[in-house]
């Protein structure tokens, strides 16, 4: 389990509730803001893999679906934006089994990149950290 001292976050409940409804939540904000926190404190038995590393991005893209097996049940994926072919491949597992809370994506938003949008995660608005659903 991730151990952490967290600041109290009102935007926890926020992701509790929306991964309760949506297979795909998304979490974005500037780097350092606590995005990879927050979501292995929300989620602490759920798998993760950071697409940061250069082995597990190097594995992404060369097996994609070999790297995705691993977390047929539903992962965390930090830095998301480092792989943006995952989000096609999410779309293709989501549609044949849409379990609320599957996925948790992180995602670096900077200024240029702030009003980012993919159908998969609905969208993202501002460089704070942001929650976004798949609808």
């Given at each position: 389990m991730?151990?952490?001292?967290?600041?109290?976050?009102?935007?926890?409940?926020?992701?509790?509730?929306?991964?309760?409804?949506?297979?795909?939540v998304?979490?974005t904000?500037?780097?350092?803001?606590g995005?990879?926190t927050?979501?292995?404190?929300?989620?602490?038995?759920?798998p993760?893999?950071?697409?940061?590393?250069?082995?597990?991005r190097?594995?992404?893209?060369?097996?994609?679906?070999?790297?995705?097996?691993?977390?047929?049940?539903?992962a965390?994926?930090?830095?998301?934006?480092?792989?943006?072919?995952?989000?096609?491949?999410?779309?293709?597992?989501v549609?044949?089994?849409?379990?609320?809370?599957?996925?948790?994506?992180?995602?670096?938003s900077?200024?240029?990149?702030?009003?980012?949008?993919?159908?998969?995660?609905?969208?993202?608005?501002?460089?704070?950290?942001?929650?976004?659903?798949?609808?």
């Amino acid at each position: 389990m991730y151990k952490l001292d967290m600041i109290p976050r009102t935007l926890a409940e926020t992701l509790r509730r929306l991964a309760q409804s949506f297979p795909v939540v998304a979490i974005t904000g500037p780097r350092q803001s606590g995005k990879t926190t927050l979501a292995r404190a929300v989620f602490p038995d759920k798998p993760y893999a950071s697409l940061e590393d250069p082995i597990e991005r190097a594995f992404a893209l060369e097996d994609p679906r070999g790297f995705l097996a691993r977390f047929d049940q539903g992962a965390v994926f930090d830095e998301a934006q480092r792989w943006p072919d995952l989000f096609s491949y999410l779309q293709g597992m989501v549609d044949q089994q849409r379990t609320p809370g599957r996925f948790v994506l992180n995602r670096v938003s900077t200024v240029r990149t702030a009003r980012w949008r993919h159908p998969v995660t609905g969208g993202t608005r501002r460089a704070y950290p942001t929650v976004a659903v798949r609808v």
